[in-house]
């Protein structure tokens, strides 16, 4: 095992960025020797980083909560109109979205529950609270559905990004339109 600290963090987050990639493309059927393939690593080099499966992914469960934690912190939220705030979220979970895809098809249970809630419900609740309180979003549904339905989109757009053909931008650019706007049309064909 490589005896500095700086080059065992670099290869430990690249397998997980690979295996990020892998699983969200592949699901259960990616293999941990398709994962160390994908790295660049021995299968061998893989499990020394990560003896087992279930090791890898929490580990992966940690790093898509720590970065989307990080993102949310840093979209300034209360510093913004909610439609920017919505559009900095969704370009910050759709730029993630390996990682969490990976981590949703797993089938893992998040590594502390009350931490994803803190890190990344409470701040998109507070969101969605201030946007129908502005008339930014609609008063009439309570905020857990605006969640619900807010976060059905970002899988959605994950899916695209990832396997649909669909960049980040594009991908992203049609969650804010469709959960701002509806998907109705304008009327002209």
Known sequence: MSRNPALRDHIAATVLDAAAAVLAERGEAASMADIAAAAGVGRATLYRYFPNREVLLQALARAAVDE?????????????????????????????????????????????????????????????RRGAADGTLRGDLPTEVLLALYTGLLEAAFTMATQGGLGVEQASAATIAVFLDGAGGTGEV
């Open 68 to 128: 989307l934690g990080d993102r949310v912190a840093e979209a300034g939220l209360d510093t913004v109109p909610v439609a920017e705030g919505i559009a900095r979220l969704t370009r910050a979970f759709v730029g993630t979205g390996s990682k969490y895809v990976a981590f949703m098809r797993s089938g893992q249970k998040p590594v502390d529950p009350a931490l994803v809630d803190r890190q990344l419900g409470e701040p998109l609740r507070g969101l969605f």
